[in-house]
């Protein structure tokens, strides 16, 4: 243990203490959190099964950093690094289209046993897999419609896709011993003004009541629907909107997913989140930045961040959300955006466990807004840097900016050779 990083903690400890916190606790709560780190990052969601098939639906990995990893062992690598450079145990979040097969397989075609090498990985690393059907970037998604197209054949390939990978899910959940969170997300949606505006919700709907008509043991595996607002080349109508996802989710006892970058400006998802879990049991986050649209810019330390984690912690409802993680930023090192972003969350985290919430909560409750403001202001600017340094410290990963020596050596060795 580093004698400065001992001494700040001791300090910042005394400082929290004296506000009846305990840095301690905060830091063990941080320890079971698991965030679900998205394999997209890896390749500028690329994946595996296609590998000249460029990126639909609506989204954009923009940029072209070299040293992509371009294979499952190439990505299993640089995961496997990034997660020795963040604290904690961490899921990881594979997309139908990372399947790690030589055989030539159609997204329709998909078995477990396409998935059987991550299985076996996330057994070696002890960590939870979760999944996602991929309904984008393929032929059949060419007339920017999937699981609400009109034409039948279009919509029962993604419906056979989809539910191939909520059996993949559950083989994930029954291997692993840890339940598998599936989320379905749909680009569906015009680009200009529709006539109807009910159609293509209406064959949604039934769509995911055929997807989802199989029993499957909740133990193994959990759906989400992501909604959003719009996509590049789809600004006038989604499908899935947020009522929609929303109605889907509570009336079929499903959990939602909120995306931070999808919805109006300024809209944020840190109020809604108490919302969603009065009316579903669970929640899906897909912790996201955008930047003037759904960019899906690396996740930073910004007030959004900091209130998101407030949302959950202040509520205890953390206990029913699970935290994904969705950006892509193809114009840096992918490995330091993955390291970057999941710091940035447990960051978020840890300040949130290290507030007087329930004082704080007698203080609001007594109508002292004039302390309410005063203090959460202050808390700040309490040392819960001093504590993040020592619980990184703790869980033997590097300190401050220590790790980024280190992914620049592995970019100068692994990365620049691919
Ligand atoms: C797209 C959605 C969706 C995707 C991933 C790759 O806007 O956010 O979650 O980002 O499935
Ligand atoms: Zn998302």
Not at 164 to 172: E, G, T
Not at 271 to 281: N, Q, R
Not at 301 to 313: G, K, T, Y
């Amino acid at each position: 243990m580093r004698e400065d990083i001992k001494q700040a903690y001791e300090l910042a400890k005394a400082a929290y203490a004296a506000i009846g916190v305990d840095t301690d606790k905060a830091m063990e709560e941080l320890k079971k959190i698991q965030i679900s780190m998205h394999c997209w990052q890896g390749d500028d969601v690329q994946g595996f099964l296609f590998k000249d098939a460029s990126l639909s639906g609506g989204i954009q990995a923009t940029g072209n950093y070299p040293g992509k990893a371009t294979t499952p062992d190439e990505l299993r690598s640089d995961i496997e690094f990034a997660y020795s450079l963040i604290p904690g145990k961490h899921r990881f979040n594979l997309h139908a289209i990372y399947a790690d097969t030589d055989e030539k397989v159609d997204l329709d075609e998909l078995e477990p046993r396409h998935f059987e090498k991550w299985v076996a990985w996330a057994k070696k690393l002890g960590i939870g897999l979760d999944f996602n059907p991929t309904c984008f970037s393929h032929p059949m998604a060419e007339s920017g419609f999937t699981v609400s197209s009109a034409d039948d054949k279009v919509r029962n390939f993604w419906i056979e896709h989809c539910k191939r990978s909520r059996r993949i899910a559950d083989y994930f959940g029954r291997e692993l011993g840890t339940k598998c969170v599936t989320n379905y997300w749909f680009p569906d949606g015009y680009k200009d003004i529709p006539v109807d505006r009910e159609a293509p919700r209406r064959r949604m709907m039934e769509s995911l009541d055929e997807i989802f008509s199989e029993e499957m043991d909740p133990q193994y595996n959990l759906d989400a629907i992501e909604s959003k607002v719009f996509g590049i080349g789809v600004e006038s109508y989604t499908v899935g909107s947020n009522e929609f996802a929303l109605g889907y989710a509570i009336s079929r006892d499903k959990a939602y997913c909120l995306d931070a970058g999808h919805f109006h400006p300024t809209e944020v998802i840190s109020d809604k989140i108490a919302s969603v879990l009065m009316y579903t049991k669970e929640l899906l986050l897909h912790v996201s930045r955008p930047v003037r649209w759904d960019s899906d810019h690396v996740v930073i330390l910004d007030d959004e961040l900091n209130a998101i984690a407030q949302s959950l912690v202040r509520t205890g409802l953390i206990e029913r959300t699970h935290i994904g993680l969705d950006f892509f930023d193809a114009s840096i090192n992918r490995i330091a955006a993955w390291v970057i972003g999941t710091r940035n969350m447990l960051k978020a985290l840890l300040k949130a466990y290290l507030e007087p919430t329930e004082e704080l909560k007698k203080i609001e409750l007594e109508g002292d807004y004039t302390s309410r403001l005063a203090l959460t202001e202050e808390l700040k600017m309490y040392p819960f840097a001093a504590v993040w340094d020592y619980y990184c410290e703790t869980m033997g990963v590097p300190v401050r900016d220590s790790w980024l020596p280190m992914v620049k050596e592995y970019e100068k060795n692994v990365l620049s050779k691919r």
